[in-house]
């Protein structure tokens, strides 16, 4: 059984794959000069070079950022991950240790994520590997993305539906839903029903571009169309708006402090189903063992939630 043909790789001047992972990473001819101790003439040069050798742009330029090409994410997804197994080995980083390991991991999460993974990660992290350091982005799920794709972050969890193809995803937990009043509420003393949820006002929470409008018009196919009063851009900001007031809002249950502010829960009058919340990653980082320990930390930490 014979592998790949090398013999390709004496085309190829390796300082080109070198200017493609920086391009990629950063999306700025400059900046991504600047890391590689290029001028910017010179990485012009070598752009005009891979363009050459793969027959395609590559890169198409949107304003002051540069926008990869599809050709260009499937290229990433070999190319990005064939230089971080080289680094790694020249490193002597082939095997990681949980036990014996000393870095930094990095993830981003949403106010309700961090709220439902840290309490039960961090402890487990600190057992299990008393000489890893987590540092945690709280970000919206649309920057969580642009973290994790530009190599910021090694792992995001959020709702993310819709993935670019050079990150791949897991679902880590369903997070279910629950409209949340005023325990004093005069309006709600017979319950939530149809009726009552369309004529109150509402706090919304937009959490990423696209995810509030998402829920709006999940509602809207059950004959809801609710009134908002208030946005909001996370979710820890309702709870404390709510209480004492008329206002409803439909959050995730089981985390938020609720009850610290008088909070009731009510099943919703329609059945909306849980929320997939997903940890992502980049594909050329698929087989780094760091990453693949930290993310099997995070499914079990968010299990604990689930059980809960």
């Not at 992972?21 to 400059?30: G, P, W």
Request: aromatic letters at 4%; a neutral charge; hydrophobic letters at 45%.
């Amino acid at each position: 059984m014979t592998g790949p043909d090398r013999t390709v790789l004496r085309r190829i001047d390796l300082n080109l794959l070198l200017a493609f992972d920086a391009l990629m990473t950063v999306r700025h001819l400059s900046r991504a000069a600047q890391t590689l101790g290029l001028s910017q003439p010179g990485l012009s040069h070598a752009l005009r070079r891979l363009r050459t050798l793969t027959g395609d742009e590559l890169f198409r330029r949107q304003g002051r950022v540069l926008e990869p090409t599809p050709y260009a994410w499937k290229l990433m997804a070999s190319i990005g991950g064939g230089l971080d197994l080289i680094a790694d080995g020249l490193a002597g980083e082939f095997v990681f240790d949980p036990r014996t390991a000393h870095r930094t991991l990095t993830l981003t999460a949403s106010d309700f994520s961090a709220l439902a993974l840290l309490p039960a990660l961090v402890p487990a992290v600190r057992a299990a590997a008393p000489g890893i350091d987590l540092e945690v982005l709280a970000v919206d799920d649309s920057e969580g993305l642009d973290h994790v794709r530009c190599g910021e972050a090694d792992v995001g969890i959020g709702v993310h539906p819709h993935l670019p193809p050079d990150l791949d995803s897991e679902i880590a937990v369903h997070a279910a839903t629950a409209c949340y009043a005023d325990a004093n509420n005069p309006v709600l003393r017979s319950g939530l029903t149809r009726e009552v949820f369309v004529s109150s006002p509402h706090v919304a929470v937009s959490i990423g571009r696209g995810h509030g409008a998402d829920l709006e018009t999940l509602l809207n196919t059950f004959g809801l169309r609710r009134r908002i009063m208030l946005t909001v851009p996370n979710f820890l900001l309702a709870p404390p708006v709510i209480a004492g007031s008329d206002l409803l809002a439909v959050l995730p249950t089981g985390i938020l402090p609720v009850e610290a502010y008088g909070l009731k829960a009510h099943d919703l009058p329609v059945a909306i189903p849980p929320v997939a919340v997903r940890t992502i990653w980049q594909k050329r980082k698929a087989h780094d063992p760091a990453c693949r320990w930290l993310r099997r930390m995070i499914l079990s930490a968010l299990a604990s939630y689930s059980a809960g």
